[in-house]
């Protein structure tokens, strides 16, 4: 798989519109998105595996072998984040989403160990309004057991029912568990996103 680091942007307005489908991932500050996105694309360093969480807040875009962009949006809900701050993000992420055509789907990312919080049933409630495709993925499996995993997931199969029937995906980045099931689930909604017409 190629991927290549396209820009860091500041505002939706920067992220290119070429008529590539583009998958945007979501989730909590710290909860192993860059890992994952790391995983996924088969680079140790794409995205930036991070031990001072919150310090992220722009869109990062990938073009994943020049078929598709990756776009990496600021995690949210770091709670010693300023206000203003919290809500600087919340406007980029929500006018990112709001704004381009292209978007096919969100990866919206759960650690496994803990619960839905707020942050994400207002994400998942803003998605689901603006109908927006979700995939909910339950990343850092390998911290459980396996019996523990099967506990986590009853769980969270329950909490995301209203908002993504599919199940979540369960994944690993230390162990890619769940590797190749999400990359077949972005393949298969970046093949239905709309064509651009042909020049
Ligand atoms: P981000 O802030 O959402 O981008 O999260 P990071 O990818 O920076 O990960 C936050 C912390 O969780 C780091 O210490 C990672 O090493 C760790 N982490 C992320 N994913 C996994 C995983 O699948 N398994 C384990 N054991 N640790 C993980």
């Known amino acids: 798989m ?3 680091f396209v820009i860091s ?3 939706p307005a920067q992220v290119p ?6 998958v945007a991932f979501a989730g909590r500050s710290n909860v192993g998105k860059s890992s994952l996105l790391n995983a996924l694309t088969g680079r140790k360093r794409l995205a930036h595996v991070s031990g001072t969480p919150g310090r992220t807040r722009l869109l990062n875009v990938y073009r994943i072998n020049n078929a598709m962009y990756f ?5 949210y809900g770091f709670a010693k984040a300023p206000r203003a701050m919290r809500e600087q993000w919340g406007r980029l992420i929500t006018a990112y989403l709001r704004t381009s055509p292209d978007l096919c789907a969100v990866v919206a990312i759960f650690d496994i160990r ?4 707020g942050d994400d049933e207002d994400l998942l409630h803003w998605l689901a309004a603006h109908r927006i495709p979700i995939m909910a993925v339950l990343t850092k499996a390998d911290k459980l ?3 523990r995993q099967q506990v ?8 995301l029912a209203p908002w993504s029937p599919a199940g979540p995906v369960l994944f690993s980045a230390t162990t890619r568990t769940g590797r190749d099931e999400l990359l077949g689930l972005i393949a298969e909604a970046a093949a239905r996103a709309p064509r651009p017409p042909q020049e």
């Open 114 to 117: 803990r619960e839905l919080s």
């Open 9 to 11: 942007a500041a505002k």
């Open 145 to 147: 057991s396996r019996m």
């Open 152 to 159: 986590a997931l009853r769980y969270w199969a329950g909490a």
């Open 71 to 75: 776009v990496d949006l600021p995690g």
């Open 17 to 22: 519109r070429d008529g590539l489908p583009q």
């Open 2 to 4: 190629s991927a290549d």
